[in-house]
């Protein structure tokens, strides 16, 4: 008797747990985009530039930092509200 109560109770939670894994896989996505955005820190702003030669673009300006993470974090943030919205279809409910 206990048994079935429980299983009632676990099919009226808002998430599954294949919503949970989904969600901790977006925070995966978007703990690698923070870390891809995430600057060195250096004590002296000249230390930005490649080799010291002023005359180059400063590493802070660089793909990784100005295209790939906010790329990243923008998949990651789009792949949470897939997780929280997306609803897995049993075969209960089909009939």
Do not use: C, H
């Not at 009632?8 to 998430?15: A, G, L, S, V, W």
């Amino acid at each position: 008797m206990m048994n079935l109560k429980s299983s009632k109770e676990d099919e009226n939670y808002t998430f599954s747990r294949v919503n949970y894994i989904l969600v901790l896989i977006g925070v995966g996505i978007l703990v690698i985009g923070f870390i891809l955005l995430s600057g060195g820190a250096v004590s002296n702003p000249n230390d930005f530039y490649p080799d010291g030669d002023q005359t180059k673009v400063p590493e802070i300006f660089n793909f990784r930092r100005l295209t790939l993470a906010p790329i990243v974090l923008l998949v990651g943030f789009f792949f949470e509200i897939f997780a929280i919205l997306w609803n897995p279809k049993s075969k209960k409910d089909e009939k």
